[in-house]
């Protein structure tokens, strides 16, 4: 599994011009399944991404989680996220699991992050869709599991 992780104060997704899902203060998660990845590996990241403190204590020091913060996480699905740019320049998607395959680990690790007590709003899989978000730090962060 491939997630982008971007630290926001608010973000929204965009599907044939209604907004489908949206957050203040938390984070985008791009989540791009690959070939043979599994539930262990989208539980894995769901802890990682809930564990990593990125959120500043009165004192000024990245010591907070999400959690600990009260922010909420806007996922959103992203096969692109599998392309090889190596040859050519036309991206090569072939990393990427199929939709039959992807679909239900991107709703396993939606869930799985919800279970562990986070707000989590998701774009719609499969579907074109606009997402606007205002990124704070900037944080920008890339996992691999």
């Known amino acids: 599994m491939r997630l982008l992780l971007q630290k926001v ?16 203060d938390g984070y985008v998660l791009f989540l791009g399944v690959l070939h043979g990845d599994t539930a262990a590996q989208a539980d894995w990241l769901a802890d990682k991404v809930l564990s990593l403190r990125l959120y500043a204590t009165e004192e000024g020091d990245n010591k907070q989680t999400i959690l600990e913060h009260g922010g909420s996480i806007l996922l959103v699905s992203q096969f692109t996220l599998a392309a090889q740019t190596d040859r050519g320049t036309k991206p090569d998607y ?14 396993h690790f ?12 998701t774009g719609r899989f499969g579907a074109f869709m606009s997402v606007e978000l205002t990124n704070e730090g900037p944080y920008t962060l890339w996992l691999d599991r």
Do not use: C, F, H, N
Request: aromatic fraction near 4%; charged fraction near 25%.
């Open 94 to 107: 072939g990393y990427a699991a199929p939709g039959p395959v992807a679909e239900p680990l991107y709703l």
């Open 110 to 121: 939606a869930e799985a992050l919800r279970s562990r007590g986070i707000l989590v709003e």
């Open 9 to 24: 104060s608010k973000a929204r997704v965009i599907v044939d011009k209604e907004t489908i899902g949206s957050i203040q």
